[in-house]
């Protein structure tokens, strides 16, 4: 059974930092692709960070270039996403998705494979 479980978010004054988890099972992790989306209310999901499934290369949303960092440890079977100087733009629920790239090398697409329940950021004074 897949399992992706996020966790990590809570509340954060402006220029605070959060790291977000991504626990999985079930699939054979080193072949996925990962990324981190978010859905603010009223708004589309979109990526935030992406990393290919071998690691070898990462993506940002322009709006969190330098600010978040986008990480995974195959042998715990996890992805990580440290966000600092989180500013109120950044509140929203952040998901995790996990697409399979083997035997390719490849980034999420954000249209297949699994996603985890999710886990809300805020960021208020």
């Known amino acids: 059974q897949v399992q992706l479980v996020e966790s990590g978010g809570g509340l954060v004054k402006p220029g605070g930092s959060l790291r977000l988890s991504c626990a999985t099972s079930?699939?054979?992790?080193?072949?996925?692709?990962m990324g981190w989306y978010r859905q603010a209310p009223g708004k589309e999901r979109e990526l935030v960070a992406g990393?290919?499934?071998?690691?070898?290369?990462?993506q940002y949303a322009d709006s969190v270039k330098g600010r978040f960092t986008i990480s995974r440890d195959d042998a715990n079977k996890a992805v990580y996403l440290q966000m600092n100087n989180l500013n109120p733009e950044d509140t929203a629920v952040y998901f995790c998705?996990?697409?399979?790239?083997?035997?390719?090398?490849?980034?999420?697409?954000?249209?297949?494979?699994?996603w985890g329940q999710g886990t809300q950021v805020t960021v208020s004074s």
């Open positions: 990393i290919t499934n071998t690691a070898s290369n990462t």
């Open positions: 079930g699939f054979t992790f080193s072949n996925y692709a």
């Open positions: 998705n996990a697409e399979d790239c083997s035997p390719h090398i490849c980034f999420t697409s954000g249209f297949f494979g699994h």
